[in-house]
């Protein structure tokens, strides 16, 4: 260990070069230094192969990634290592090249992963010579300058190809590689990861498409959104949307079946089976639209009360809302795009009546909810959108999309 150590001290103490108007002496450094980080890189991975030969983390009861990780190593960093561990002695020419800092790890985990897509598209086992081959195949496409996603498609082509030739089954229609998966961040929002076959993914496509056409802010200007968040919103009207088909009712199904636990003694924030604590604005906003089952706890998490369930807005009240508001009454989307807005918020005691509801899209719902947006309805019976006083000091009221040509004046 001690010549590592001094070697960590000799190179912490090197310092950027000086004087150096050129750069040139910069770029030499910068490209030692990643010639260095490759070698770590390879040097990670056959130590990683070497513990996990001595079974240290297994006699633990753990494992080598999670050992990896306990050690200060990102996941992604932990799990690449172990790939390519599982490989060392049967790719030398890929060794070879990691060895001397040609290749990044994030390059010869590509090439392993390469390799194991090409295996799998195989109806047969791969013999010596062709893994040879698909592994100078693969490594050339690295040495001439293809990143890890070309490289991965490089092979995913090669593997079609032995798919098509030999009657196996391609990537792009096997489905025991779909994978789905999501978990929540610390900040209480959820990631989706999803790799599914070509039709799945043509159809997902294809109906998220459909659902994200810019839509003009209301005073005319173009869409603020992103296209990303703009395909965010499109996802939840598509959850919405595939809810009323499989309750097979009509469009005034509620949107979302939620239970929302709240515990007794007031202490702790209320939560959401899925993703955890929540806000009171978010559980008043989920209340809006949708099947809401409160259940009530005790400090052992025990049920003390659990409500009925409250099918906020029936059909027949939805129906009248659409006829009267025709779309989203700040941006104009279109009905099966929206969700029904308590005026006065339900949790405040709000009727569930034609004149404290009003056709909001999710966006839209949520800048109601939460930046400051009021909603009135006016002398003619119609839903007024009162700004916030950051966008207008007056707060005078706003007719709804379908009745821009009002003013307040003239329902008085």
């Known amino acids: 260990m001690a010549p590592l150590e001094s070697l960590l001290d000799q190179l912490a103490a090197i310092a950027p070069p000086t004087d150096d108007p050129t750069g040139r002496k910069t770029i030499s450094h910068l490209d030692l230094w990643r010639k260095v980080r490759n070698l770590a890189d390879h040097r990670i991975s056959t130590h990683a192969g070497d513990l996990d030969d001595l079974r240290v983390a297994q006699k633990a009861g753990s494992t080598t990634k999670k050992l990896l990780i306990e050690m ?202 899925w993703t955890g604590p929540t806000t009171h604005a978010i559980a008043r906003q989920l209340s809006c639209d949708g099947t809401l089952t409160e259940i009530i706890i005790d400090g052992e998490t025990v049920p003390l009360q659990m409500g009925r369930e409250r099918r906020l807005f029936p059909p027949h009240l939805r129906k009248a809302i659409i006829i009267r508001d025709e779309n989203c009454i700040k941006c104009g989307a279109p009905p099966s795009h929206t969700q029904v807005h308590h005026i006065q918020h339900w949790s405040d005691d709000g009727e569930t009546e034609l004149d404290n509801g009003c056709l909001l899209c999710q966006r839209c719902h949520t800048q109601v909810h939460h930046n400051g947006w009021d909603i009135m309805i006016g002398f003619d019976r119609h839903p007024w959108l009162i700004p916030p006083a950051d966008i207008d000091p007056q707060r005078r009221p706003l007719p709804a999309h379908n009745r821009r040509t009002m003013r307040l004046d003239d329902a008085a």
Request: hydrophobic share 35%; proline share 6%.
């Open 72 to 273: 200060g190593f990102p996941p992604v960093v932990a799990t690449r290592a172990i790939r390519i561990a599982d490989n060392i002695g049967t790719l030398s020419k890929l060794e070879s090249c990691a060895a001397d800092g040609t290749l990044s790890g994030e390059v010869a985990d590509a090439i392993v992963r390469g390799l194991t897509i090409i295996e799998k598209r195989s109806p047969t086992a791969l013999s010596d010579d062709d893994r040879g081959t698909y592994e100078s195949g693969l490594l050339a496409q690295a040495l001439s300058g293809a990143t890890p996603a070309e490289i991965h498609k490089h092979a995913q082509t090669i593997g079609n190809t032995i798919a098509d030739d030999q009657g196996g089954i391609p990537a792009s229609d096997d489905r025991t590689l779909d994978t789905l998966s999501h978990h929540t961040t610390d900040d209480s929002r959820v990631d989706i990861h999803a790799n599914v076959t070509q039709a799945v993914g043509e159809k997902f496509i294809s109906m998220i498409d459909e659902r994200s056409l810019p839509r003009p802010e209301p005073d005319g200007s173009p869409d603020r959104r992103s296209a990303t968040q703009i395909r965010a919103d499109a996802l939840e009207v598509l959850l919405d949307q595939a809810a009323v088909g499989a309750a097979m009712d009509t469009i005034g199904t509620p949107r979302a079946q939620t239970i929302l636990t709240i515990p007794a003694d007031g202490g702790s924030p209320a939560f959401l089976p």
